[in-house]
């Protein structure tokens, strides 16, 4: 037992200088700041249905040549963004693969923002929050993932996507 209690210890030593100072956890999980947005990747699924037919499709997109940057503020709790991105783009539809490169003007709005469980919530000025949830929120860089479901209808067609994204911030 006495051999057990010393080597645990010894795990736990290890484990405290494990960390670089890159993965030094934030003493106050802050996101207020300003962060570069380094990486963004999703994947997702469409299908559209239209009098009875099925029109499935699949998509993956891969951001690249990234100038955005989000600043996060404190008080009131409020968020800038600026900046562009290209998307490299894959779809599949009835086994047909596409690739296109779209250059995305303006990253995200701004507006008021909040976190709640393990989650960041902005507000666009449309008004429907969008959640992320935080995966990794170190002193220098943040990690969240998307996941969304949307529905639309036009026409007599509806379409159903759904969106599972990553996002890499680091901190300037």
């Known amino acids: ?64 040549d990234m100038d955005c940057s989000l600043e996060f503020k404190d ?3 409020t968020f800038v963004s600026e900046g562009s991105y290209t998307i490299n783009l894959k779809t599949e539809i009835f086994g047909q693969v596409s690739e296109y490169n779209l250059r995305m003007e303006g990253f995200m709005e701004s507006g008021p923002y909040e976190l709640k469980d393990g989650q960041l919530i902005v507000t666009p000025s449309d008004g429907v929050p969008d959640a992320a949830k935080i995966v990794s929120l170190t ?23 759904t969106i599972d994204g990553i996002f890499t911030f680091r901190r300037k």
């Open 1 to 64: 037992m006495k051999y057990f209690t010393k080597l645990l210890l010894f795990a736990f030593v290890v484990f405290l200088f494990s960390c670089t100072n890159d993965e030094t956890p934030s003493s106050d999980n802050s996101v207020v700041g300003t962060w570069d947005l380094t990486g963004m990747v999703y994947t997702g699924t469409s299908t559209t249905t239209f009098e009875e037919m099925e029109f499935p499709s699949s998509f993956e997109g891969m951001a690249t």
């Open 75 to 77: 008080s009131p709790q």
């Open 139 to 161: 002193d220098n860089e943040m990690v969240l993932t998307y996941a969304e479901t949307m529905e639309q209808s036009m026409d007599g067609a509806v379409n159903s996507t």
